[in-house]
T-cell receptor, first 111, second 114 residues
Framework: QKEVEQDPGPLSVPEGAIVSLNCTYS??????FMWYRQYSRKGPELLMY????GNKEDGRFTAQVDKSSKYISLFIRDSQPSDSATYLC???????????FGQGTRLTINP | KAGVTQTPRYLIKTRGQQVTLSCSPI?????VSWYQQTPGQGLQFLFE???????NKGNFPGRFSGRQFSNSRSEMNVSTLELGDSALYLC?????????????FGSGTRLTVV
């Protein structure tokens, strides 16, 4: 079983919809949680960064961390065709250097 | 502000050869990490360098090695290439060791082994 599980999709939604992306993890030591967006032929781009539990909002994006359930989410409001990309969750424990990534979810927003 | 620069963007090599990939981090960033991305395994950590020293290493064979120079630029070397080494190799830089505020990735080097 992988340390971080993420549904690879693909996920296709109409423009303007609310998108919910999720990851579950097994390592209770994870403290730092990130969401990256990766466009085709590009490297991952950091979208959201959260330490420990709680919510964080940045424009149309909201990241949630529920450490008791070992579950993290990314919500995208008013989705746009330009949001079409692969979304990767990543996390690491306190003091560790390497990030552990989910498989990534391929998202398509249809105009 | 220039981002993370990786060269070359694409490479085709033959089984058994060796290859060297280059990464120039964001100016001022001292930590450089390398990741391998494949459709089957996703993103996997190779190693991290900080101040010219390897600080952490992933579960890859010794054929994978790297180094960091005094200007923080980093190179990754893969010797005796195998077909399974075909992947996108990503370099990420961070201001501090461990990327406490997230890493900035380059666009990667697409390596194809034939």
């Amino acid at each position: 079983q992988k340390e971080v599980e993420q549904d690879p999709g693909p996920l296709s939604v109409p423009e303007g919809a609310i998108v919910s992306l999720n990851c579950t993890y097994s390592n209770s030591a994870f403290q730092y949680f990130m969401w990256y967006r990766q466009y085709s032929r590009k490297g991952p781009e950091l979208l959201m960064y959260t330490y420990s539990s709680g919510n964080k909002e940045d424009g149309r994006f909201t990241a949630q961390v529920d450490k008791s359930s070992k579950y993290i989410s990314l919500f995208i409001r008013d989705s746009q065709p330009s949001d079409s990309a692969t979304y990767l969750c990543a996390m690491r424990p306190q003091g560790a250097q390497k990030l552990v990534f989910g498989q990534g979810t391929r998202l398509t927003i249809n105009p | 502000k220039a981002g993370v620069t990786q060269t070359p963007r694409y490479l085709i090599k033959t089984r058994g050869q060796q290859v060297t990939l280059s990464c120039s981090p964001i100016s001022g960033h001292r930590s450089v990490s390398w990741y391998q991305q494949t459709p089957g395994q996703g993103l996997q950590f190779l190693f991290e360098y900080f101040s010219e020293t390897q600080r952490n290493k992933g579960n890859f064979p010794g054929r994978f090695s790297g180094r960091q120079f005094s200007n923080s630029r980093s190179e990754m070397n893969v010797s005796t290439l195998e077909l399974g080494d075909s992947a996108l190799y990503l370099c990420a830089s961070s201001l501090v060791q461990g990327g406490n505020y997230g890493y900035t990735f380059g666009s990667g080097t697409r390596l194809t082994v034939v």
